[in-house]
């Protein structure tokens, strides 16, 4: 059942109830005025009886007919007293109002010969309130209908608004991001269907920016790849293919004491390359010395191979006592830190790093500054949104801000429920 019918329903039901309602204090109403009005007509018909028997032509015809609520009736002295009863009697109403007992008629035997059959009369009386509960009825039922007609037009607007919103929620859930809800008169309407373009229009974009950051990654992944590849065959294959050409050599020169001290100390050479280029290599698929280092170590490590290779003073402080995290906690931590003095080399044009990391009661902090002039992307890249998967995993608030002309600062901050004793 709709919602316009179930308030169609809940409304005629309340009708109906308030209908009952005032049926029934009409008729209790009614019931105490006819009976006073029939008691003074039993009254007056008592006084007519009496003044009939004392002096018949006292009752004219002409004054017994305009008489209310009394019935007034000549019987010849053959003519049998009548047996039909009123038919406003014999219905329910009647009998409510005045039940039959207190109907019988009276049959005067005057000294003239003639019979008087002279009764109380409710029919005016039980016309008058059949006409008002009827009245009441009709009243009742226009306004029953006028109401149901102004609910439906006052309801209609909003069931065509949901009736297009349901097929629009509908056709999002089918993947048609591109769906929009038409603009309305009233100013509900016209908000939410506001709101829902506004967030239709927030889903296309974040699977557009998914869409591109999906083939980011993918382009990373590929690029990682490629990278590997040509250090493994640029660099240590040579390694490798001049150990081999070295320990060919030494076969030859077998003879030869001084030849062979020669090969045998580009040999030790080219070993120690090639271990240092798997290390390199380790190193950036991941952080060993996490296992072995305290995290500030790590990270003071870190921003020494990075100033190293980049050329880019990076001044590293550490205030307060650190607290103890897990190992991932501290992979997190680390991997952000990485991936922002990446961002750094590649994109701020920047000659000085300031990097803080505070630890206190309270929990850690970490403050990363530049003084480049890298400008802010119109849309966040992989490192930064990176950076913020890192800082939701550890359940950090992360804040990035572009200084205008003073570079980009990064400040993060661990609660001490993220740490660990």
């Given at each position: 059942m709709s919602a316009l019918w179930r308030i169609n329903l809940l409304v005629t039901l309340l009708f109906t109830l308030i209908t009952m309602v005032c049926l029934a204090v009409l008729l209790r109403q009614a019931a105490h005025d006819v009976q006073r009005e029939l008691d003074?007509?039993?009254?007056?018909?008592?006084?007519?009886?009496?003044?009939?028997?004392?002096?018949?032509?006292?009752?004219?015809?002409?004054?017994?007919?305009?008489?209310r609520h009394i019935r007034v009736r000549w019987l010849d002295a053959s003519e049998s007293m009548p047996a039909d009863v009123d038919p406003a009697l014999d219905g329910w109403l009647g009998a409510w109002l005045y039940p039959a007992e207190l109907s019988s008629p009276s049959v005067l035997q005057l000294s003239n010969g003639q019979r008087l059959h002279i009764s109380v009369d409710p029919h005016d009386e039980v016309e008058e309130v059949s006409d008002s509960l009827l009245q009441l009825l009709v009243l009742f039922g226009l306004a029953l209908l006028l109401c149901l007609l102004a609910i439906r037009w006052a309801v209609r607007p909003g069931m065509q608004v949901l009736s297009e919103l349901l097929g629009a929620l509908v056709s999002i859930a089918d993947g048609r991001l591109d769906t929009r809800l038409p603009s309305h008169r009233f100013a509900e309407s016209r908000k939410l269907a506001e709101r829902f373009n506004h967030m239709a229009a927030a889903l296309e974009d974040a699977r557009a920016d998914n869409e591109q950051l999906t083939?980011?990654?993918?382009?990373?992944?590929?690029?990682?790849?490629?990278?590997?590849?040509?250090?493994?065959?640029d660099d240590l294959g040579q390694y490798l293919a001049g150990i081999r050409a070295r320990a060919c050599l030494l076969r030859?020169?077998?003879?030869?004491?001084?030849?062979?001290?020669?090969?045998?100390?580009?040999?030790?050479?080219?070993?120690l390359d090639l271990q240092n280029g798997f290390r390199t290599l380790v190193r950036d698929l991941y952080p060993?010395?996490?296992?072995?280092?305290?995290?500030?170590?790590?990270?003071?490590?870190?921003?020494?191979?990075?100033?190293s290779t980049q050329g880019i003073a990076c001044e590293v402080q550490l205030?307060?006592?650190?607290?103890?995290?897990?190992?991932?906690?501290?992979?997190h931590l680390y991997r952000m830190v990485q991936e922002a003095l990446t961002n750094v080399a590649r994109h701020a044009r920047a000659t000085r790093v300031c990097l803080h990391l505070c630890g206190d009661h309270h929990g850690l902090r970490l403050l990363l500054r530049d003084d480049g002039h890298g400008l802010p992307p119109e849309r966040p890249g992989?490192?930064?949104?990176?950076?913020?998967?890192?800082?939701?995993?550890?359940?950090?608030q992360l804040r990035v801000r572009h200084r205008a002309g003073k570079g980009?600062?990064?400040?993060l901050k661990l609660p001490l429920q993220g740490a660990t004793s």
């Open positions: 003074a007509a039993a009254a007056v018909v008592g006084y007519l009886g009496e003044m009939a028997e004392r002096d018949p032509d006292s009752l004219r015809p002409g004054l017994t007919d305009s008489l083939q980011a990654l993918l382009a990373l992944q590929e690029r990682e790849r490629t990278r590997l590849a040509q250090a493994l065959h030859i020169q077998a003879d030869q004491p001084d030849a062979v001290r020669e090969t045998a100390a580009h040999l030790e050479q080219h070993s060993v010395m996490l296992d072995h280092l305290n995290l500030e170590d790590a990270i003071r490590q870190l921003a020494e191979q990075w100033q205030r307060g006592p650190i607290p103890a995290l897990s190992m991932e906690a501290k992979l992989v490192g930064l949104r990176s950076m913020v998967e890192h800082a939701r995993c550890l359940g950090a980009w600062a990064l400040y």
